[in-house]
């Protein structure tokens, strides 16, 4: 059966060319870019991926707009950072060869960060959504960031036992920045469900159990100082999510 693989991208010309290579070999790859200002639609484009542009009103709505795009009726959704593995292509493969597959697959991936393989830290294996799935199969909720599927009624779930790879950060700069980025999308998700506190105190009472969730939890300690690196930033994620809250909150009060 064809497949159509999707990436989702903005301003990623540093990690495109390596995604888009690595499914080359799929009936059909899109780019589905939201209005890049640096090279990520061009080198596409000398790929050979059709690109569409889909402007971003949250991560869901994007997905969507991916789907939308695909001409068959199995699809692979794979980020700009991640990458196709050989093994996980070859488990592709297998599976659209079968009779009566399931509808949607979990794939685990695994993550290259400060030049070690992070093994814990609740980033192994990091099962996220499913990947590989039949078109409606699934459902995306509408959520800025941090999006939920939901499967549709008698459609069947499963689990890759081959991994995908994740390159997450280009360098701690773009750590900080997504952080940034997530922790404004997060906030303003929050209030768009009626959050209407947040403060200091409540910022770092869930930054902390982010920490020790990451760290002591999932054992992210083991990763050395990557894992600490990734604790501190889940820690900073959900602290400045609920401090935006209140400066939000208070800015539209004061309007």
């Known amino acids: 059966m064809p497949i159509s693989v999707y990436i989702l991208a903005y301003n990623q010309e540093h990690k495109i060319r390596p995604a888009i290579e690595s499914v080359l070999w799929a009936d059909e790859v899109i780019l589905v870019d939201s209005g890049s200002t640096d090279r990520t639609a061009q080198i596409a484009e000398e790929l ?14 994007l997905r969507k707009a991916a789907i939308s795009h695909c001409t068959h009726d199995w699809i692979f959704s794979l980020d700009s950072d991640e990458r196709m593995t050989p093994e996980a292509q ?14 949607a697959y979990l794939v685990p991936r695994k993550n290259y960060f400060l030049g070690r393989w992070i093994r814990y830290s609740d980033w192994y294996p990091d099962y996220r959504q ?20 939901s499967m549709n009624s008698g ?5 890759f036992s081959s991994a995908i790879v994740q390159i ?3 360098d ?9 980025r997530y922790s404004s999308l997060g906030a303003e998700k929050l209030v768009s469900r ?4 947040g403060s200091v105190l409540k910022g770092l009472v869930h930054g902390v159990w982010a920490f020790l969730r990451h760290y002591v939890i999932k054992r992210g300690f083991l990763d ?10 889940n820690f900073e994620s959900s602290f400045y999510k609920y401090v935006k809250i209140f400066d939000k909150v208070r800015k539209d009060s004061s309007d």
């Open 130 to 149: 499913p990947q590989l799935f039949r078109k409606g199969s699934m459902t995306y909720s509408e959520d800025l960031v941090h999006e939920t599927y």
């Open 90 to 103: 070859a488990e592709i493969l297998s599976i659209l060869a079968q009779e009566n597959p399931m509808d």
């Open 155 to 159: 459609c069947r779930l499963g689990k």
């Open 224 to 233: 050395g100082g990557p894992g600490f690196v990734i604790a501190l930033y």
């Open 48 to 61: 050979g991926v059709r690109v569409c542009q889909a402007p971003f009103t949250g991560f869901g709505a």
């Open 172 to 180: 701690l700069g773009e750590m900080i920045s997504k952080m940034n």
């Open 194 to 197: 009626g959050a209407r506190k």
């Open 168 to 170: 997450p950060y280009y």
